[in-house]
């Protein structure tokens, strides 16, 4: 990179402070860590999360702890896994209650390599990325808090951060220098606060839950199971956990309570005492609680995530609602994610400040839209559980129906959203739309099945070096680079267009060539991701059977030095049944003359062009890079 991290040798200047050690602290501070950068990282807990809190991990979210190379970590804890959710409903001829149906977590339709969600207690997720970021040289501060900090560029425009620090028994106080400050302390964020910046709620709290984690005793038959039980008596929503445990939300008051009271509290006991009488005619009792906890459902987003881009907020310090639907510590991941990139690349002089702008806009409507469905969906449940035969013809269809009542249409059209495959970034420099000021007929073109800001389609395909059968969007692990997918087609029909792209990419003027490693003549051999840029990583996919891919002979010029990144596409899949290069025909790019597929280092995707002879690639793409870059790319007389 042009501009190293923490180029300042005294110990009291940081790339960034981060407050809050939970999922979108943790998750922040490993990618930033990873990418060399100085952090100081406090938290106000002593220890990791002890008990309850989140579990949920949405399978999007496991593709990107995958990714990082820490889903083993995860799963070696042996987390409970939800396939299906059941629902129960009160009998109609006898008291009690009746399993009505049941439906996908992750249905078929959705195209997810873990099509389960994964349920582990918080604090072992925490101790899995806590463990990474000690290898990598980074120990959160424990037990500290933020009090105070101001940012002001005129008084020192490389740190103009600064932030007071205090051991919370008040015996010790620091105050460091940062570029950036990153606040995810949770909805009672001191640095939101001290921001001015407040909280808009959907709508007044509605409803009073009851949450507790333990290990029962019960005749119920699915309670290895994600269920949302709705009886006489009232509702409940069973979690499975790891360690035998189990986690049960029952309500407790509602606002159509005649005494309702958004305040109100219970006992575990109480509340257990309230299971018991919804799980009728079943028998349920606690070996051992390992928490419990009260709280209202209300859903609210900050009205800034930054207010300079040198300050910014993320996870619970911008979004609260109900945990019910699973989505806390995976929004959280993705906000992390989003921002640690884009601070790497302006960082790194790769691109503009203006990239950070895109932060905001990108994370919030995401939250907005989640806000929206938990409120529905929240509400939803606190009502009633459909009908067995409404819930039977949902599981029948992927898709809304008029005859469907709406809870179950709700369930059905968030099964994308919720498992994390329907996040989609609006138009803006990153994600090409017609309006960007990239031009050129061969963006986009016809028959294109990717959408950008949203997820590359999955596929597998063959390892050309080692016939491995693998996963392409798996093959370049998180590095803070752009992806560059060269979908080429038939080796005998793009050879001419191959030779001009790696050509053109070696240009000095080109978005490749611009941003060369300043080390590239001294970059070991064995180097497979980043052997010229450390902001791109190229990978080559041919419609051929792997026999019949030479690398000498058919990647030519700078394509070669990836030869661990070339494959053969030339495996079957099941929703493009009749293609001859699933791979190709699931990104909608032609099968025969290829194409080229930009994706941004958090994995969505940036623009799609056709692979042509001549300049025309090259063109579009120095065209697109242009719009974030810090350097100006390409020959002013080729731009679009």
């Given at each position: 990179m042009e501009t190293p991290p923490s180029s300042k040798p005294n110990p009291t200047y940081y790339?960034?402070?981060?407050?809050?050690?939970?999922?979108?602290?943790?998750?922040?501070s490993t990618c930033l860590a990873r990418l060399g950068y100085r952090i100081k990282h406090i938290d106000n807990r002593a220890e990791p999360t002890p008990t309850g809190r989140a579990d949920g991990i949405q399978p999007r979210s496991l593709d990107l702890l995958r990714n990082m190379g820490l889903k083993s970590a995860i799963m070696h804890h042996k987390p409970a896994?939800?396939?299906?959710?059941?629902?129960?409903?009160?009998a109609e001829a006898d008291k009690g209650i009746v399993r009505t149906g049941t439906w996908a977590s992750c249905p078929a339709f959705i195209d997810a390599r873990y099509p389960f969600t994964t349920l582990l207690h918080q604090g072992l997720i925490e101790r899995v990325f806590i463990s990474d970021l000690g290898k990598n040289g980074v120990n959160i501060q424990r037990p500290w808090t933020i009090t105070g900090f101001k940012s002001d560029e005129k008084e020192d425009p490389h740190y103009p951060v600064e932030v007071s620090l205090e051991h919370t028994d008040g015996t010790s106080r620091e105050t460091v220098r940062a570029k950036y400050l990153f606040g995810g302390e949770g909805a009672r964020s001191f640095v939101r606060e001290q921001l001015g910046i407040g909280i808009t709620h959907k709508d007044p709290i509605a409803h009073v839950w009851g949450v507790m984690d333990g290990v029962v005793k019960t005749d119920f038959p699915d309670i290895k199971m994600k269920c949302t039980i709705h009886s006489e008596h009232g509702s409940v929503m069973v979690i499975p956990r790891e360690n035998r445990m189990v986690r049960l939300y029952i309500q407790i008051a509602s606002s159509t309570d005649p005494d309702w009271n958004p305040r109100k509290t219970a006992t575990a006991e109480e509340v257990q005492a309230s299971a018991k009488r919804i799980f009728q005619p079943y028998s349920i009792e606690w070996e051992r609680v390992e928490w419990y906890?009260?709280?209202?459902?209300?859903?609210?987003?900050?009205?800034?995530?930054?207010?300079?881009?040198?300050?910014?907020?993320?996870?619970?310090?911008?979004?609260?609602?109900s945990p019910k639907a699973g989505q806390g510590m995976n929004t959280a991941f993705l906000d992390a994610q989003n921002l640690a990139w884009k601070i790497h690349a302006v960082e790194a002089g790769f691109a503009s400040r203006e990239l950070l702008h895109t932060y905001e806009p990108e994370r919030k409507e995401v939250a907005e839209n989640l806000l929206s469905f938990d409120n529905k969906y929240a509400k939803l449940f606190s009502e009633r559980l459909p009908a067995a035969k409404e819930v039977q013809a949902a599981s029948k269809h992927t898709n809304g129906h008029s005859e469907d009542n709406e809870f179950i249409r709700t369930f059905k059209e968030a099964c994308e959203f919720?498992?994390?495959?329907?996040?989609?970034?609006?138009?803006?420099?990153?994600?090409?739309?017609?309006s960007h000021p990239a031009q050129s007929h061969l963006i986009h073109p016809k028959g294109t099945k990717l959408r950008t800001g949203?997820?590359?389609?999955?596929?597998?395909?063959?390892?050309?070096?080692?016939?491995?059968?693998?996963?392409?969007?798996?093959?370049?692990?998180?590095?803070?680079?752009?992806?560059?997918?060269?979908?080429?087609?038939?080796?005998?029909?793009?050879?001419?267009?191959?030779k001009d792209l790696a050509s053109q990419l070696g240009d000095r003027r080109s978005f490749f060539g611009s941003y060369l490693r300043p080390d590239i003549d001294t970059v070991s051999h064995h180097e497979r991701y980043n052997p010229h840029s450390l902001f791109f990583t190229v990978c080559t996919i041919f419609a051929a059977a792997r026999n019949e891919i030479e690398i000498s002979r058919d990647l030519p010029g700078l394509l070669k030095r990836y030869r661990d990144l070339v494959y053969a596409d030339d495996r079957w899949d099941r929703r493009v049944p009749d293609a001859t290069a699933a791979a190709h025909a699931k990104m909608g790019v032609d099968q025969e003359k290829g194409g080229v597929v930009v994706v941004r280092p958090d994995g969505y995707v940036g623009i799609v062009t056709s692979l042509v002879e001549g300049s025309g690639t090259i063109d579009a793409l120095n065209a697109y890079f242009n719009a974030f870059c810090r350097k100006k790319i390409g020959d002013s007389k080729a731009q679009l």
């Open positions: 790339d960034i402070v981060i407050v809050g050690a939970g999922p979108v602290g943790l998750m922040l896994r939800v396939y299906e959710v059941a629902f129960w409903d009160p906890s009260v709280y209202p459902i209300g859903q609210g987003i900050a009205g800034k995530y930054t207010l300079d881009h040198r300050v910014f907020l993320g996870g619970d310090a911008c979004h609260t609602h919720t498992s994390g495959y329907g996040v989609a970034y609006g138009p803006n420099a990153l994600n090409w739309s017609p949203r997820m590359m389609a999955n596929a597998d395909v063959t390892r050309v070096v080692d016939a491995n059968i693998v996963h392409l969007e798996q093959e370049i692990p998180w590095n803070g680079s752009f992806r560059i997918y060269i979908f080429a087609g038939k080796p005998s029909m793009t050879a001419r267009a191959l």
